[in-house]
């Protein structure tokens, strides 16, 4: 194999920690790129402390530790340290960690220049757009898009749980548009990923798995956000079981409309979800209960617009939507 390519990840969350900890820890040149200077400090001083459940390792609970460069994202192109040395491998990845809401003009013109001629982008959001708005700065064969079923809880600024492992498909984020560039380039991601410990492999059908995951967060987020349950406990109301499936139904429309074909069983795929992180907070739900904004607009928003367009009535999924805004526009969370 190639000599290991260097990493930048963008955003700290619960994905940003288990990345960036796994891949550091595994000998990679990491910098993480955060945005607060509180987490800053603390990183620098502590690192990065990754926990897996008894449940992964069949044992007592583990803990991995790792001490990658980070920087403030603002300042990311002149405060680059030590890692930005000659003698490093000429391929960059630039892993997008951040919520679909963080992806701004202002964040892609960053990560434009931080990618440079050389670097490769990476998006594991959520969701739809993004890709739209990296695609005039960044050559089509340097941008790729991750789906992945890892789960993770962000603890603490510097301490995330690794709760499920799952696996990280890899693909062109313009479909149609292959190169032996694009392709070498995703090869070797899915390779180092899986040296850090990560089930990965290359798609050729990247958008179907986007849409999926994308339908299948469409189904649990904003019913755990909305009843403040976790993932598996949807399965154990009927009410909230039959509306999860009243969702994707109507979701499953606007895929049809817009040319995806998904498999005929997303309903069972739905429900296998929510066996496999029945444990989970989902992240929308986390949100809620922190007060903060949550990804309502990129996951059903972005849906129920989508619908619309094709002429659809999409009202399940919206009713979600208002529900989800409401709870965002509540002075704060209920004890």
Same mark, same amino acid.
């Given at each position: 194999?190639?000599?290991?390519?260097?990493?930048?990840?963008?955003?700290?969350?619960?994905?940003?920690?288990?990345?960036? /900890?796994?891949?550091?820890?595994?000998?990679?040149?990491?910098?993480?790129?955060?945005?607060?200077? =509180?987490?800053?400090?603390?990183?620098?001083?502590?690192?990065?402390?990754?926990?897996?459940?008894?449940?992964?390792?069949?044992?007592?609970?583990?803990?991995?530790?790792?001490?990658?460069?980070?920087?403030?994202?603002?300042?990311?192109?002149?405060?680059?340290?030590?890692?930005?040395?000659?003698?490093?491998? &000429?391929?960059?990845?630039?892993?997008?960690?951040?919520?679909?809401?963080?992806?701004?003009?202002?964040?892609?013109?960053?990560?434009?220049?931080?990618?440079?001629?050389?670097?490769?982008?990476?998006?594991?959001?959520?969701?739809?757009?993004?890709?739209?708005?990296?695609?005039?700065?960044?050559?089509?064969?340097?941008?790729?898009?991750?789906?992945?079923?890892?789960?993770?809880?962000?603890?603490?600024?510097?301490?995330?749980?690794?709760?499920?492992?799952?696996?990280?498909?890899?693909?062109?984020?313009?479909?149609?548009?292959?190169?032996?560039?694009?392709?070498?380039?995703?090869?070797?991601?899915?390779?180092?990923?899986?040296?850090?410990?990560?089930?990965?492999?290359?798609?050729?059908?990247?958008?179907?798995?986007?849409?999926?995951?994308?339908?299948?967060?469409? /189904?649990?987020?904003?019913? &755990?956000?909305?009843?403040?349950?976790?993932?598996?406990?949807?399965?154990?109301?009927?009410?909230?079981?039959?509306?999860?499936?009243?969702?994707?139904?109507?979701?499953? &429309?606007?895929?049809?409309?817009?040319?995806?074909?998904?498999?005929?069983?997303?309903?069972?795929?739905?429900?296998?979800? /929510?066996?496999?992180?029945?444990?989970?907070?989902?992240?929308?739900?986390?949100?809620?209960?922190?007060?903060?904004?949550?990804?309502?607009?990129?996951?059903?928003?972005?849906?129920?617009?989508?619908?619309?367009?094709?002429?659809?009535?999409?009202?399940?999924?919206?009713?979600?939507?208002?529900?989800?805004?409401?709870? =965002?526009?509540?002075?704060?969370?209920?004890?």
């Amino acid at each position: 194999m190639n000599r290991l390519s260097r990493y930048t990840i963008i955003g700290a969350g619960a994905l940003g920690l288990l990345f960036g /900890c796994r891949l550091a820890a595994t000998g990679f040149p990491v910098e993480l790129a955060v945005r607060r200077v =509180e987490q800053l400090a603390l990183l620098r001083e502590q690192g990065i402390e990754i926990g897996s459940s008894a449940e992964q390792v069949e044992q007592a609970p583990q803990k991995l530790q790792a001490r990658p460069a980070v920087i403030v994202l603002e300042g990311a192109m002149n405060d680059r340290g030590d890692y930005d040395q000659e003698g490093l491998e &000429t391929d960059h990845y630039i892993l997008l960690t951040v919520k679909q809401t963080d992806m701004t003009p202002q964040l892609a013109a960053l990560v434009a220049r931080l990618a440079g001629s050389n670097g490769v982008v990476v998006c594991l959001q959520n969701g739809v757009g993004h890709v739209e708005l990296l695609r005039s700065s960044i050559p089509a064969e340097r941008l790729l898009v991750a789906v992945t079923t890892e789960a993770a809880l962000r603890l603490s600024d510097r301490e995330a749980l690794h709760t499920g492992r799952g696996e990280t498909w890899i693909g062109a984020a313009v479909p149609g548009i292959e190169t032996a560039v694009g392709a070498r380039l995703q090869k070797k991601l899915a390779e180092q990923l899986e040296l850090a410990g990560f089930r990965s492999m290359v798609s050729n059908e990247i958008t179907t798995r986007v849409w999926r995951k994308w339908l299948v967060n469409v /189904c649990i987020n904003p019913l &755990t956000a909305i009843l403040q349950v976790r993932n598996g406990e949807l399965l154990q109301l009927p009410h909230a079981r039959e509306l999860m499936h009243r969702l994707l139904a109507e979701a499953l &429309t606007v895929a049809k409309a817009s040319g995806v074909k998904l498999p005929a069983d997303m309903p069972q795929q739905v429900e296998d979800v /929510c066996r496999r992180t029945a444990a989970n907070r989902s992240s929308m739900l986390q949100d809620v209960l922190a007060g903060r904004r949550t990804e309502i607009e990129a996951i059903t928003g972005s849906l129920v617009r989508l619908g619309e367009q094709h002429g659809l009535a999409m009202t399940v999924n919206r009713s979600l939507y208002e529900l989800v805004r409401a709870l =965002e526009e509540r002075d704060a969370p209920i004890d």
